[in-house]
């Protein structure tokens, strides 16, 4: 699981995988709203300057992440889901496996396009 982690973190890091750039908030007031625990969660070297230095000012030095979830929304099946998202510098310290995240999905990508609602989380 670790070398599978570390490819694809490479292979965001160098762009050759596509991420859902400057789509959170879009997926967040569009999306189903449920919750996920985080399986691993890894850091991409990246900052979200790097990855879109037209973002929200106040989230450009936010570090981006890999994170591997379980997603949980009603009327669903758990499933898993692998996506690139930024974390607040004040919510760096809570990022570990076993973790329980609020997030909208995509159900389209449902496995790729997940949303953490850092407002509400991470969850009790």
């Known amino acids: 699981m670790a070398g599978q982690v570390s490819a694809v973190v490479g292979a965001v890091a160098s762009g050759q995988m ?3 750039r400057g789509k959170a908030d879009e997926i967040l007031a569009t999306g189903t709203h449920g919750t996920a ?3 691993t969660a890894s850091p991409l070297g990246k900052t979200v300057r790097d990855i879109n230095p037209n973002a929200d000012p106040s989230r450009l030095n936010d570090p ?3 994170f591997t ?3 949980t929304v009603a009327g669903e099946n758990p499933f898993p889901a692998v996506f690139g998202h930024r974390v607040p ?3 760096l310290a809570t990022v570990a496996p076993g973790v329980r995240l609020a997030v909208a999905v995509n159900m389209a990508d449902r496995n790729n396009e997940v ?3 850092w407002v509400r989380s991470p969850l009790p």
């Open 18 to 20: 596509r991420t859902i």
């Open 37 to 39: 625990v985080i399986t």
């Open 64 to 66: 981006m992440w890999l």
């Open 69 to 71: 979830v379980e997603v």
């Open 89 to 91: 510098l004040a919510k």
């Open 115 to 117: 949303a953490i609602d």
